[in-house]
């Protein structure tokens, strides 16, 4: 495949690593699932794993929480510290990290019926990436041509009364009372 590129898809909790093989992180119904296609060997291998396995792998490894370590799993892949190893026909390792003390290994099991769905979703999330930064292009020059216009112009003719402090309203002077002056009851000998 001659495609090469990694796409985070963070907008969507979703990740994609596109190289001599795919791989795919989704999160879906409270689970992590990684999806490895080889296109070479046309096979497609995946797993699902519950909560409480990350958590415990986040704890081992000393991270925080399982979104850290999830960040950690993309951004290794997305540099390529990653290893495919063959364990027997069914099973591959996947190994996540470069030093040993930092490897983390997950078991994949070959599947038959995912290799189109992957390559499927794929060449989806690929479109979807490119629609997302399309959007965001023409929402910034939407943005810069808003920002280049005033949106409340600002009124420079505007009368002062005098003693009134422009800056802040709360320092203006005050006049003195008319009226009634106000007698404290220990001056009335």
């Known amino acids: 495949m001659s495609l090469s590129r990694c796409i985070d898809l963070s907008k969507t ?3 994609i690593h596109v190289n001599n093989e795919i791989i795919y992180f989704t999160e879906a119904d409270k689970s992590f699932r990684i999806f490895l296609f080889i296109p070479k060997k046309c ?3 995946s797993s699902i794993f519950q ?3 990350l958590k415990a792998l986040a704890r081992q490894y000393n991270f925080p929480n399982i979104q850290l370590l999830l960040t950690w799993m993309r951004d290794q892949t997305s540099k390529g510290n ?4 063959a364990s027997d026909a069914d099973m591959i390792n996947f190994v996540v990290g470069t030093s040993p003390s930092n490897q983390i290994t997950f ?3 070959q599947t038959q019926g ?3 769905l992957i390559v499927s979703l794929s060449k989806a999330l690929i479109s979807k990436q490119a629609s997302i930064a399309e959007l965001e292009k023409s929402n910034a020059a939407s943005l810069k041509a808003l920002s280049a216009e005033d949106a409340f112009p600002v ?6 009364k005098p003693g009134m402090s422009s800056t802040n309203p709360q320092r203006r002077r ?3 009372a008319i009226g009634l002056t106000f007698v404290s009851d220990e001056d009335n000998d």
């Open 51 to 53: 909560l409480t396995f």
């Open 107 to 109: 078991q994949l099991s």
């Open 43 to 45: 096979q497609g291998f």
């Open 82 to 85: 990653f290893l495919v190893q």
């Open 13 to 15: 909790r979703d990740f």
């Open 155 to 160: 009124a420079r003719n505007k009368r002062r």
């Open 114 to 116: 995912d290799v189109d």
């Open 174 to 176: 005050r006049k003195p």
